[in-house]
RNA sequence: UACCCGGUAGUGUAAUGGUAGCACAGCAGAUUUUGAUUCUGCUAGUCAAGGUUCGAGCCCUUGCCGGGUAACCA
């Protein structure tokens, strides 16, 4: 068996890192930085930027990958974010030292720079209000016009934006821009804004600051200043890249190359962090670590493993174009690491009574099970057996179709690591519903060996009735229910596309006893049904709280859909 | 519309100008005290047309299709 994270993968990054080592561009160095702004909870997008940026620095000796807040816009951002964003990173297994920066860290340099700009004639002091400017900067086909600012004097300009940094504007009344091109094809290089006035409290300069630097203008100085060699960013910076590399050759410093990659998009579910937020604040999900959610907390609540997240990054690849990964790699990831790693365990989600009328009253025994068929040395635990025992409801069938291979009248099972059972009787209520069976055991099959060599077709799971813990188990499935939530109309919300069944609580679920000792976040594979995770915010030792994780892979369930596509022909 | 970027099996990705490979999905079979796992086999691809070349998925031209940008957000 291969461990899941031996080969490294190669893509056009990689190449190009590989490239500069070669030709010692940066004498070998290779610095890359994770820069989220704290303004939202990390998704498994983030997880692709992670992978990549701390991946790259950890393949490459001394290579070095920073944290950094992108906290130039006080508005939206918040130390709740900054937290979690450091929880997020370091669960997913990465590591960035004491390199943890803030852009915000370098408002002064950032303020220093900008009179540097103005000095040399290439800033200046703006009053068009935004429509006016927005008017002013032109369009697709026409050259945009000078605004009045333009022609001011370096000294106007100075004094202009020292007024701005003392707090003498009102936002809105004036900003810094860039003196570049008005007529440049590429709308961010026609004297894009680098400084604006906002008179509001941030997260933490305080109040020392009234006016905040913009993004373009702050990321790449930032990269310089630690010294970042390869910046690594979505496509849509794309053409931004020229204001990058005009803005650090006009300040003359060290100059990092940015370089893009196509985001992270999967099937049935949605990425932005304007939506992700929408469907919190909506209620639409419990919050932000709700376990359908594409976050890293809710992955982690779910139970997702890192590992199983790394290497779903590992397997995606990095590219420059614009794809939809399917969801069902992802669970591919997650079932691979899981069975490797969790213990099995026996629990029923929808129980049927099941008497065992020939096994003597007050008897208990103690059978052994195998914790990890994968993992000889999880070893092995005694499951409780007695005369009342619950199967799960989907097991019977009393009128089964020919390749139903489970319980059904006079028909003989095995009971996992117990005994062969077969039904002799079927209790149905008022309704016709069938609650109870009425088995017989074959004594000489204890362990679930006959010794005289008969076969049965199936193996259920089972939990003994006195013995059992009851615990609720929440199934989660896709949030929405098409592939592509947000492929609707221009006039069409996304939340229509919403999943109304994308949560399901089982709140009378008997699972073996060895689970009420089962730890806050731990995982276990529930034979034959899938893996599931101890919910680390509602369990208690009195009522305990299971996530499904993910199913395991079901070819009957492909079998019962053929089943019932065949119209029954006599 | 202008500019930028991109198009390889169903999906996601590989291939110094030299045999188009891998994974997932799908299909078929073997093993199985989980209809799981594991194992074996099968299916299926270079957007199109020209050009350069002994040879093009890769280089050039044109077209087609898809995405991005046109915030005092990042």
């Given at each position: 068996m291969s461990t899941p994270e031996e080969k490294t993968p190669t893509d056009f990054i990689r190449t190009i890192i590989q490239e500069d080592n070669n030709t010692g561009k940066h004498d070998g160095r290779v610095h890359t930085r994770f820069p989220p702004e704290p303004n939202g909870y990390l998704h498994i997008g983030h997880a692709k930027s992670i992978c990549l940026n701390f991946g790259v620095a950890n393949e490459n000796p001394g290579g070095l990958c920073n944290l950094r807040f992108?906290?130039?816009?006080?508005?939206?951002?918040d130390v709740e974010y900054v937290e979690s964003i450091k929880e997020d990173v370091k669960w997913l297994g990465f590591d960035w030292d004491d390199r943890e920066y803030f852009a915000s860290d370098y408002f002064d340099q950032l303020y220093e720079f900008a009179v540097a700009l103005i000095k040399k004639g290439k800033a200046y002091a703006c009053d068009l209000p935004a429509d006016k400017m927005r008017e002013y900067r032109g369009t697709a086909t026409e050259p945009g016009k000078p605004s009045p600012?333009?022609?001011?004097?370096v000294e106007e300009n100075l004094d202009l934006f020292e007024r701005m940094k003392n707090g003498d504007f009102q936002e809105g009344e004036y900003v810094l821009r860039s003196k570049i091109?008005?007529?440049?094809?590429?709308?961010?290089?026609?004297?894009?804004?680098?400084y604006r006035v906002r008179h509001v409290h941030h997260h933490?300069?305080?109040?020392?600051?009234c006016i905040y630097p913009m993004y373009d203008y702050t990321h790449c100085i930032s990269d310089s200043i630690e010294q970042i060699t390869h910046s690594i960013c979505t496509l849509e910076f794309e053409d931004h890249r020229p204001l990058y590399d005009w803005i650090l050759d006009e300040l003359e410093v060290f100059h990092p190359q940015q370089i893009e990659f196509a985001r992270l998009n999967m099937t049935y579910t949605v990425m932005s962090k304007r939506k992700l937020l929408e469907l919190v604040q909506g209620n639409y999900?419990?919050?932000?670590?709700?376990?359908?959610?594409?976050t890293i907390c809710g992955m982690r609540r779910r139970g997702v493993t890192p590992e199983s997240l790394r290497e779903f990054c590992k397997t995606i690849g990095v590219t420059k174009f614009n794809s939809m990964t399917d969801k069902v790699v992802l669970e591919n990831c997650m079932r691979d690491h899981l069975n490797q790693v969790a213990p099995r365990v026996m629990g029923v989600l929808n129980p049927l009574r099941v008497v065992?009328?020939?096994?003597?009253?007050?008897s208990t025994e103690e059978l052994e099970a195998i914790n990890n068929p994968n993992d000889e040395s999880a070893g092995t635990r005694k499951v409780p057996f007695s005369k009342v025992i619950y199967i799960e409801k989907?097991?019977?069938?009393?009128?089964?179709?020919?390749?139903?291979f489970r319980l059904s009248p006079g028909r003989e099972v095995r009971l996992r690591y117990a005994y062969f059972v077969t039904c002799v009787d079927v209790i149905k209520d008022d309704s016709g519903e069938v609650i109870e069976l009425r088995c017989t055991y074959d004594p000489?099959?204890?362990?679930?060996?006959?010794p005289d060599g008969r076969k049965v077709k199936a193996t259920i799971h089972w939990v003994s009735e006195p013995h059992a813990v009851d615990a609720e188990v929440r199934l989660y499935d896709h949030l929405?229910?098409?592939?592509?939530?947000?492929?609707?109309?221009?006039?069409?919300?996304?939340?229509?596309?919403?999943?109304?069944?994308?949560l399901q609580v089982l709140t009378n679920c008997k699972l073996e006893?060895?689970?009420?000792?089962a730890e806050v976040g731990s995982r276990f594979q529930f034979e034959r049904l899938g893996y599931f995770c101890v919910d680390?915010?509602?369990?208690?030792?009195?009522k305990p709280v299971f996530n499904r994780t993910v199913t395991l892979r079901d070819s009957w369930a492909k079998v019962e859909k053929q089943i019932q596509n065949q119209p029954k022909k006599k």
């Open positions: 992108d906290d130039t816009n006080p508005e939206k951002e600012g333009r022609s001011r004097s091109d008005l007529a440049s094809p590429n709308f961010h290089m026609r004297d894009p804004v680098i933490r300069t305080g109040d020392k600051w999900v419990s919050g932000w670590d709700d376990p359908r959610m594409p065992i009328e020939n096994y003597p009253e007050e989907e097991d019977f069938m009393e009128e089964p179709p020919k390749k139903f000489d099959t204890k362990g679930g060996n006959a929405f229910k098409t592939r592509d939530p947000e492929d609707l109309p221009d006039d069409v919300d996304y939340k229509t596309n919403l999943n109304p069944d994308s006893p060895c689970l009420r000792d680390h915010k509602d369990s208690t030792r009195e």
